[in-house]
């Protein structure tokens, strides 16, 4: 059985993202919890503590442990997470949108993206993400026909990255990636819910299998309010 800090931390989250808790709202106390999950303060402490790690709740002094808005996701920026996983991990409402699947002729700009010879074909896929609502993301694919073969429309709907692993039986290894932020273009216009933005935050992914072979260059178009990019470092000495 799990550890009963687990569960009523589980608990809690799951009160925050169904709205029962707000976010501005104030948890109730520690004594409150306590009794109402019939346990120690000690182990309700273990699960405030987590919440507050996993960026659900602020502890202010004086005040308790306040709910903090929950309206950006947490993207990892140095992990390779499809998007399928993260919606999976997430549990929120996600649906992805495929507006283009087709195989053409790698152009300058692509071959030197991918590192590929003239005659090579390109994979392109563009696909909307949409998160509770509103369409949020952009992601333009563009995958080496000669190592990913046969895409589809369903296969992209559902993860090109299950079927690359699962079905071809690439390994699918690291990614070199770069953040930049950029004027809202026609086409985030045509695609995405900007609002009243003016700029998006697009990452840059090269992937590599793991043999060392690039065989995919992604551009990821977010909308700004929506994200938040984390990542994990170590200090090494």
């Not at 520690?30 to 503590?49: A, C, G, P, V, Y």
């Not at 950006?72 to 993260?86: A, D, I, N, Q, R």
């Not at 195989?103 to 696909?127: H, Q």
Request: charge should be negative; include cysteine.
């Amino acid at each position: 059985m799990k550890n009963k800090y687990l569960v009523i931390y589980n608990d809690l989250v799951q009160m925050i993202q169904q709205g029962e808790f707000m976010a501005g709202d104030t948890l109730p106390s520690e004594h409150d919890l306590s009794q109402q999950f019939s346990t120690s303060r000690e182990t309700i402490r273990k699960s405030l503590n987590l919440l507050s790690q996993n960026g659900y709740i602020q502890k202010v002094r004086g005040k308790g442990s306040v709910v903090l808005d929950q309206n950006k996701f947490e993207f990892p920026v140095s992990g390779l997470t499809s998007f399928k996983e993260l919606s999976d991990q997430l549990g929120q409402n996600f649906k992805t949108h495929v507006h283009e699947v087709f195989v053409e002729t790698a152009d300058n700009r692509l071959r030197s993206r991918l590192n590929c010879e003239r005659n090579v074909k390109i994979w392109k896929v563009s696909r909307s993400r949409e998160i509770n609502g509103e369409r949020v993301i952009l992601d333009k694919d563009y995958i080496r026909e000669d190592i990913v073969p046969n895409l589809t429309k369903s296969i992209a709907e559902a993860s090109i990255y299950e079927y690359i692993e699962n079905e071809l039986g690439l390994d699918i290894s690291f990614a070199k990636k770069e953040i930049v932020v950029e004027q809202v273009t026609e086409e985030d216009q045509k695609y995405l819910d900007v609002e009243e933005h003016s700029q998006v935050v697009v990452i840059r992914s090269y992937v590599y299998l793991a043999d060392a072979t690039l065989f995919q260059f992604t551009e990821s178009r977010h909308r700004p309010d929506k994200f938040q990019f984390v990542d994990f470092a170590r200090r090494t000495k």
